[in-house]
């Protein structure tokens, strides 16, 4: 496998380890090119799947303009922000 796809399916490893046998709170944030944009979290501890990723270097933000989607943006950036401190991940 190549880098990037070798990434791609460590990514999905990843979100599959935090997702797959659990139970999730889903919320629809927004719709980009008719795809439902969500929020995923963990429904006992209420941790954002997301952000875990995130700062743990699996993900990276997508800019949103949205006002009503400013404070989850910038806590995302807060924890991509704390991975490339970290190197964490690839």
């Not at 800019?63 to 400013?70: H, P």
């Amino acid at each position: 496998m190549c880098g990037q796809e070798e990434d791609l399916q460590l990514t999905i490893h990843e979100f599959s380890v935090e997702v797959l046998n659990k139970q999730c709170l889903l919320n629809a944030e927004y719709k980009n090119v008719g795809v439902d944009c969500v929020t995923l979290c963990h429904v006992e501890s209420k941790d954002d799947i997301a952000q875990l990723l995130i700062s743990e270097g699996w993900l990276l933000v997508e800019t949103r303009r949205e006002k009503r989607l400013a404070k989850l943006v910038s806590q995302y950036q807060k924890a991509q922000e704390k991975a490339k401190e970290g190197r964490v991940s690839s």
